[in-house]
């Protein structure tokens, strides 16, 4: 395994799956787990459309751009992860969202009167194989907003 140290302007091998960080040994296994969905939360997926409330709109997973860590490294900068998804009502137009991302402003996103913030984004990176987005299984808050 690779630990990764984001250093400035020190000497060594770049790490390229660290997004830049500077890489050395380690022995660390990062822990796996996953939590159970609570009240608000949602699991979007590519495979099929999941209902955000009840008469409300539904949601689809439609692409990830995937700039984490990767599990077999430990990083100092976790990196991050934009999760784009389409939401719509039956008989309305679609609209296309992304959530995540270095700005705050990517945080959220909006639909009606929904607000979707991502919580988790599973599998984790990889340095041997990117995951698949019919893979990808994002779980968000959903919140209704005035």
């Known amino acids: 395994m690779i ?4 250093l400035g302007h020190a000497i060594g091998a770049l790490c390229a799956d660290c997004a830049g960080a500077m890489c050395a040994p380690s022995s660390e296994t990062p822990p796996a787990a996953v939590a159970a969905e609570q009240p608000g939360q949602i699991t979007v997926t590519s495979s099929g459309r999941t209902l955000v409330a009840e008469g409300g709109p539904w949601a689809e997973l439609t692409g990830v751009e995937d700039h984490r860590c990767a599990a077999e490294v430990q990083c100092v900068w976790a990196g991050y992860a934009v999760v784009r998804f389409r939401v719509g009502r039956d008989g309305e137009p679609p609209a296309d969202l992304a959530v995540g991302g270095l700005q705050p402003q990517q945080k959220d ?3 009606g009167s929904y607000r ?3 919580l988790t984004l599973e599998p984790k990176n990889s340095m041997e194989k990117s995951p698949s987005l019919s893979s990808y299984r994002a ?8």
């Open 3 to 6: 630990a990764c140290l984001v």
């Open 109 to 111: 996103a909006r639909y």
């Open 116 to 118: 979707f913030e991502l």
């Open 139 to 146: 779980r968000m808050q959903v919140s209704r907003v005035p």
